[in-house]
Nanobody, 124 residues
């Protein structure tokens, strides 16, 4: 089992940047694919980005491609989401997820472990 704790959320103006962190504890971090999802008020949780165990492959939702970057540091047991050029529509609770071998990474139910979420608010 793995425990996930997100941090780095906050309030930022449109056009600004934030970096979210997801610290993992428990079993070997490098054995897990990592992902980020978000949920805006009144909406379903949606896929944002994912990175494979090796860090060699990354995937992004079209809405964030070119603005967000997912990365991981296996030595620090931490995954990151660098968010640039933020828009008000990026406002949501952001969740970190982990799975030993996710197949359909855009699907919420495909991920085994979740963090508690961190709020990101982008003002216009």
């Amino acid at each position: 089992q793995v425990q996930l704790v997100e941090s780095g959320g906050g309030l930022v103006q449109a056009g600004g940047s934030l970096r979210l962190s997801c610290a993992a504890s428990g079993r070997t971090f490098r054995a897990y694919d990592m992902g980020w999802f978000r949920q805006a008020p009144g909406k379903e949780r949606e896929f944002v980005a994912a990175i494979r165990r090796s860090g060699g492959s990354t995937y992004y939702a079209d809405s964030v491609k070119g603005r967000f970057t997912i990365s991981r540091d296996n030595a620090k047991n931490t995954a990151y989401l660098q968010m640039n050029s933020l828009k008000p529509e990026d406002t949501a609770v952001y969740y970190c997820a982990a799975d030993s071998s996710v197949l359909q990474f855009t699907t919420e139910g495909a991920w085994d472990y979740w963090g508690q979420g961190t709020q990101v608010t982008v003002s216009s």
